[in-house]
């Protein structure tokens, strides 16, 4: 009975302390609120098609895709590491038009739409790749949301799946892993 009677009391003054005290309520100008950090680039590929990646609180939207699982690979035209890795990509590109979509961004180049259409050719990489003004931004941006040095390895392929970050690779990657993880995300 005792107890009952203690827990009794301890509660009420707890409820009359919670009640009365003015720093628990915080004024509307002390409420933090944040807001959700959105990044929107726009690319384009030598055709002029155009498309606005998003990026918001981590979610990465690209307009007019419909495939499910977006493989964003970052390039630059001059390193045989990412040589050797496109048209791979184009490969499973091809294999996979239905479920994914690739798009690759070239950095750290001053290539002309011209430039890069023959530098397609004689890879023979049939897919989007962004030659953009915002490509360096959009780069920047992935390493950062991917808690990346910036003085990273290239290539950079990342892969999403809905939106939503899956995995990615830094430097020269077997094209295995990355089919392995397309079969994975294609079998759920």
Known sequence: MKYLAYMLVVSLFLLIVGCDSKESIPKSSEVVTTKPEIYRFEISDIDRRRATVTIED???????VKQSI???????????ACRGLLPYLGDL?????????????AVNSDLSDESLRE?????KLKYFISNSKDNSKLASTIVKLLNI???YPIPLTVI??????????????PVEM???DIEQLRRR
């Open 70 to 80: 977006v493989v964003l690979n970052i390039f630059a035209s001059w390193s045989p």
């Open 119 to 123: 530098f397609m050719n004689r890879y």
């Open 58 to 64: 981590g979610e990465l939207n690209i307009t007019k």
């Open 149 to 151: 040095d910036s003085n």
């Open 93 to 105: 590109q091809q294999r996979y038009s239905k479920e994914v979509f690739i798009v690759g961004v």
């Open 178 to 180: 990355i089919r392995s």
């Open 160 to 173: 999403f799946e809905n939106g939503l970050y899956i995995t990615h690779y830094i430097g020269a990657t």
